[in-house]
């Protein structure tokens, strides 16, 4: 993974994509769910989304796991370059997470991560913290899921680094 | 009976659970999901930020989804919702813990473009055993009001 110096506003990584077969969207909603319209196809078809649609939460489950995928990618071009691979920190959270349109059983998700802003963290100054808006369009081209998310990102040399300006978006 | 908007008062819903998350089930999440050391491996989790190997934070989210629904939200009207405002992850979830949760309403109003449906806004805390806030969410969440279609439907 990167370091926090490597990091700048605006930088933009295709994540890849995944399609939500029938299957898996029951599979996720039976243990996490259990609402009709992610159950049940004809459920779907007379609920507002229309038809089988897949939990919100899914759809952000699987964001996540594009990104660690996309991740680890970027660490294994890194070790291959012989440079110096560190693992992110947890995030403390996210905001304006939006289920814009439903994700129907079928529909295949492109998933896409850009940084909004950068700072350093006050109270750990070994560490930068990312905000970076996730967003998931479908194969019509229509953005169906976007959130703000927050991580802490190590820096690579904090005690070298005494007069950097936090930037903000 | 089937929970409408009118059944969403501002002000503390109810408590759920408790409920046990096992080691087994936070690490075929995170297999599948979020499959970062810290939330996979002991040794690795052990000299994270997190010192110990906690549950992926999309797990806990889908928990509480969980709990929501065999809460109430199975029982309700409800016809889906359009996002979360805001989520925060305070501290982590361990394997074994029990989890409880939370739910206020912070806001319920009419919807102004589907007028036959309200809007309700809740808070949702999950705390672990020792009643440490895990996590926060504030999401809406649009339900069908009293002699609305859905509920008519839902019976």
Do not use: Y
């Amino acid at each position: 993974m990167r370091f926090f110096e490597d990091i700048e506003i605006g930088q933009r990584r295709e994540l890849g994509s995944f399609t939500f077969t029938a299957e898996l969207i029951k599979k996720f909603a039976t243990q996490f769910d259990p609402q009709r319209f992610h159950l049940d196809e004809e459920e779907g078809r007379k609920s507002l989304f229309g038809g089988l649609a897949a939990s919100g939460w899914h759809v952000g489950s699987v964001c996540m796991k594009l990104l660690v995928t996309d991740g680890q990618r970027l660490a294994s071009e890194a070790l291959a370059r012989g440079e110096k691979v560190v693992a992110w920190g947890p995030s403390p959270g996210f905001r304006e997470l939006r289920w814009i349109k439903p994700v129907l059983a079928g529909d295949t998700i492109s998933f896409a991560s850009e940084v909004e802003s950068l700072r350093l963290s006050e109270k750990r100054p070994e560490w930068g913290i990312l905000e970076a808006r996730n967003t998931g369009t479908n194969q019509r081209g229509e953005l169906v899921f976007s959130l703000l998310a927050t991580a802490f990102v190590p820096r690579r040399n904090p005690e070298g680094i005494t007069h950097m300006e936090p930037s903000s978006r | 009976m089937t929970l409408t908007f009118e059944d969403f008062p501002p002000g503390h819903f109810g408590r759920f659970g408790p409920r046990r998350v096992t080691r087994e089930e936070m690490l075929a999440f995170a297999s599948e999901f979020d499959p970062q050391p810290m939330h996979l491996d002991e040794e690795a989790a052990k000299g994270s930020m997190l010192q110990g190997l906690s549950a992926s934070g999309w797990h806990l989210c889908s928990i509480m989804m969980r709990m929501m629904v065999d809460g109430f939200i199975g029982r309700a009207a409800s016809l889906g919702s359009p996002g979360v405002n805001e989520l925060r992850w305070l501290a982590p979830l361990r394997p074994e813990d029990e989890i409880t949760l939370d739910v206020d309403v912070a806001e319920a109003r009419v919807s102004r473009s589907r007028p036959d449906t309200g809007i309700v806004t809740f808070k949702g805390v999950v705390r672990n055993a020792a009643g440490q806030a895990l996590c926060e969410m504030v999401s809406p969440i649009i339900v069908q009001r009293r002699g609305g279609a859905a509920a008519e439907q839902a019976g």
